[in-house]
Structures are given as structure tokens and as C-alpha cells.
Nanobody, 129 residues
Framework: EVKLVESGGGLVQAGGSLTLSCLVS????????IGWFRQAPGKEREGVSF????????AYADSVKGRFTISSDRAKNTVYLQLNSLRTDDTAVYYC??????????????????????WGQGTQVTVSS
């Protein structure tokens, strides 16, 4: 059974940084996508970024381009999301998700939550002004 566990959330001042981690277990696929989504209070869950573990290709939502960086360490079965230049509107619960195996049109992955097969429980990121 695939399991995703997020960590690294917390409280940070605007302009600060955090690194989120997503530990993936139970996955034997050669190629899959790991994504990050976030959900702010009263808002829909939105796609932030994803990485394809086979070729390392990445994608970002426009709202985080240039500020967030996704990366993976296959030896540690962990995907990271580096959050820089944080703003108060980045406050949300951040979830990692997995598409196993990798199969969907990459243009759709950040737009359609239904394409993702597994989800973690989330980690809270709070950015204060």
C-alpha cells in the first residue's frame, strides 16, 4: 500500500522560507508523479507543483513560480518543496499526492485532483505579516 507522509510545515514570517518533505513508501513503480497541493480556509484545494520521478520534469502554478522549488531524492524516497519569499496568501494546508504510475497529460495534473491516486494527510504552513 502506498503511503505519503508530509512534514516540515510551521509558522514563518512573510519573506521567510520553509522546506516541506513528502516521504513515499510502498511504491515500486519506475515512473510516477509526486505533486504538492494546498488548501486555504474556505478555498478549493489547488495544485502547486509536481515532479515526474523518471525524467525529473517539473511544473509549477503561476502563483509560486520563481519562489517555490520541487525536487526529489530517490534514494530517500522523498520529494521536497522549498518555499521561499513566503507571503501571507501562501498560508494553507499543504498536501502531497502521487500518481502511480505516471500516465496523465502533464498539462492537467495541477488542474485535476481526480487524476491523483494517493494523498497524504497534509502539513500546515502559516505565514504571518
Amino acid at each position: 500500500e502506498v503511503k505519503l507522509v508530509e512534514s516540515g510545515g510551521g509558522l514563518v514570517q512573510a519573506g521567510g522560507s520553509l522546506t516541506l518533505s513528502c516521504l513515499v513508501s510502498g511504491d515500486n513503480a519506475d515512473d510516477h508523479a509526486i505533486g504538492w497541493f494546498r488548501q486555504a480556509p474556505g478555498k478549493e484545494r489547488e495544485g502547486v507543483s509536481f515532479i515526474s520521478t523518471n525524467d525529473g520534469s517539473t511544473a509549477y502554478a503561476d502563483s509560486v513560480k520563481g519562489r517555490f522549488t520541487i525536487s526529489s531524492d530517490r534514494a530517500k524516497n522523498t520529494v521536497y518543496l522549498q518555499l521561499n519569499s513566503l507571503r501571507t496568501d501562501d498560508t494553507a494546508v499543504y498536501y502531497c499526492a502521487a500518481e502511480i504510475p505516471r500516465r496523465s497529460d502533464p498539462a492537467l495534473l495541477l488542474r485535476l485532483r481526480v487524476l491523483w491516486d494517493y494523498w497524504g494527510q497534509g502539513t500546515q504552513v502559516t505565514v504571518s505579516s
